[in-house]
């Protein structure tokens, strides 16, 4: 049964969780901000119910509070930096707050950040630059169990590696493009197995490499044919196209980073590394300020124009739907289905904390 939560009392009780694996007060306050900020925007395959991995990956040792980035390399428009396996939540905002700082004074910054533990909704990091002025492109790998397949492969052998861009739009909100190179997010294969639901046809392949609409063969372990993994797999979005920009998000946000790329058989550890490549540009020292504000404007303003297709009220641009959840979430309150809720109270006890 789902259980309806006011943001707050969600941030309260989850800063209470991640204080109990070791954090500061300030840390667990800023990680549990954004998982709940996840939540309210819709995405609550980042949210809330991630707090049980991360509990999980503090007590192994591949997720390490407290932890802060450490510059590797300092040039100018470059840098270098490594996240040291902290939160996600904490040390991608400190690589983005000295990006956004170099593109601001220099024009543009290329940012090689590695070793980081999950960051989480990676469309926060772009509305970080995106307040600024500044167009952000994100490119992320996952070191974690591989669950996506390659196109024309039977079985994982990556991770679902995000790719994002945000555009500022002078006077209005943002473009803010975020998805996942798979069909969909492991996570919300989570949600949806934890809430007992199918999903549609051409999502996932089983053990064996056949489709189904099962989300729990990329969730649990599977019983094992002849010749099968534990699990099944997601499948890119687009084909071949959505599994070339897969490669390019590994490419680039694992191997150019230094983070590393994933290239050997799955583990049972609960750590999940992400290595970003984030390229920031300030618009203004381009020469070409009116001109992109002007054709932005017009551009975005040509595509609301169309009439609505058939089960549509308007069309929307990327980062309205995450904005409209936010208001209704915040209005109504943010619903976590009981099989959730009950993973976030165990892993709770395991650092001593009472929900």
Known sequence: MQQVFSAQALRHQCAAIIAGTGSSTDEAAQVADNLVFANLSGHDSHGVGMIPRYVDAVLEGGLKPNAAVKVLLDAGSLLTLDGQRGYGQV???????????????????????GNSHHLGRIGHFAEMA??????????????????VAPWGGGDGRYGTNPCCIGVPIQGREPFVLDFATSRVAQGKMRVAHNEGKKVPD?????????????????????????????????MPFGEHKGYGMAVACELLGGALTGSGTWHRPADNAKAVINGMLAILIDPKRLGTQQAFESETLAFIDWLKQSPPAPGFDAVRIAGEP???????????????????????????SKVGVKL
């Open 91 to 113: 040390v991608g905002v400190q690589a983005m707050e000295l990006a956004i700082k170099r593109a601001q004074d220099l024009g543009s910054c290329i940012l090689a950040l």
């Open 130 to 147: 995106v307040a600024q002025g500044l167009v952000a492109i994100h490119f992320v790998n996952v070191q974690s169990r591989p669950v």
């Open 202 to 234: 051409g999502y996932l392949i089983d053990p064996s490499g056949q489709p189904t609409n099962d989300p729990g063969v990329v969730v649990v372990p599977q019983p094992q044919a002849a010749g099968a993994g534990l699990f099944g797999a997601l």
């Open 322 to 348: 995450e904005r409209e959840a936010r208001a209704r979430r915040e209005r109504e309150g943010i619903a976590i289905d009981g099989h959730t809720w009950s993973e976030v109270v165990a892993a709770a």
